[in-house]
């Protein structure tokens, strides 16, 4: 019998998904990740751990977060309210006594119960399709337990599973939850290790070790491509990654995504510089360039995900 006392870290929860996964989805959001890419669209999820952020515009300084605050972590200052990162747990106490909701939580942990008492509500929306849950982050895989736990919890109310990966993860691990997922939607963002490693902070070594592993163990693979300007967009890169695409079991088709700047309002909110300044969006003729690409290298091509 599952677990569901074992908990986690989430720091949102997504219902009518579209473009996680086949049909209809609910997508969990797992905080923490081993990478930090220069186009991350989830900036909120890098930081395993809980945090608390307040919102400059909304604070009104009544002071009521700071009478309340047991670690004495809050205090008023000439740009607003100022958060002593060390000192505070992320307890929530600030955005519960708020009255102009000027602190928000970024992630809190989760029991299994809890999540699934989530997912369960969007139960009626699958039926007759292949809708179900994903997974995403952050990276899943950073939370083994949790995340194994969770989708053994799925399968037992028949729920599609996909787990949404960067692939930066133990082969163990791999190995492990590749038993309990339907769907690995797999990110391959760029195929030289120099390039990898300046773009998203690590090599990319152990994430093409896994995509192997998993093709070769038979678990169905959805690859995607993101597609940056003038970071992975190059004929040189579209192609490997198209021919090493083409040499995996069971793998025919893959998505491209372009590139958009939609979550810029995010690094204001955390008060983080964007660090995808300076990239334009995709522009048509070169996600088409790449489609032809993909398509010369003997693979289905879709864009979006």
């Known amino acids: 019998m599952t677990d569901t006392s074992s908990s986690g870290v989430i720091f949102a929860i997504k219902r009518y998904a ?47 977060c700071v009478e309340a605050c047991p670690k004495n972590a809050l205090s008023p200052g000439p740009a607003g309210m100022r958060r002593n990162r ?47 849950v994903t997974f995403s982050g952050g990276e899943p895989l950073a939370q083994p337990k949790f995340l194994e736990t969770l989708l053994q919890a799925c399968k037992d109310l028949d729920l599609h599973r996909a787990v949404d990966t960067s692939g930066h993860a133990s082969p163990a691990t791999v190995s492990r939850l590749a038993r309990h997922a339907d769907l690995f939607l797999f990110d391959l963002k760029h195929m030289d290790p120099a390039a990898h490693r300046r773009l998203t902070g690590v090599d ?60 810029r309002g995010k690094y204001a909110k955390l008060g983080l ?21 993909l398509q010369q290298c003997g693979l289905d091509v879709r864009v979006g995900g």
């Open 273 to 293: 510089p964007y660090p995808g300044e300076g990239i334009p969006p995709s522009l048509p003729d070169s996600v088409d360039r790449a489609v032809n690409i």
């Open 204 to 263: 990319n070594a152990l994430i093409l070790s896994n995509l192997r592993l998993l093709a070769d163990s038979g678990a169905q693979v959805a690859l995607r491509l993101p597609l940056v300007p003038g970071m992975n967009d190059d004929e040189e890169n579209i192609r490997r990654t198209g021919l090493l695409a083409a040499t995996l079991p069971g793998i025919r088709t893959i998505d491209v995504l372009p590139y958009h700047a939609s979550a």
């Open 86 to 132: 060390d000192a505070c747990t992320a307890c929530g106490v600030c955005a519960e006594v708020c009255p102009a909701l000027a602190h928000e939580a970024v992630g809190r942990k989760w029991t299994v119960t809890e999540v699934m008492a989530e997912i369960q509500k969007e139960i009626p929306f699958f039926h007759g399709t292949r809708g179900g």
């Open 18 to 64: 579209l473009h996680d996964g086949p049909d209809l989805r609910v997508t969990v959001f797992m905080k923490g990740c081993p990478l930090s890419c220069l186009w991350c669209h989830n900036p909120e999820g890098i930081d395993p751990a809980p945090r608390m952020i307040t919102l400059p515009d909304k604070c009104v300084g009544c002071g009521e």
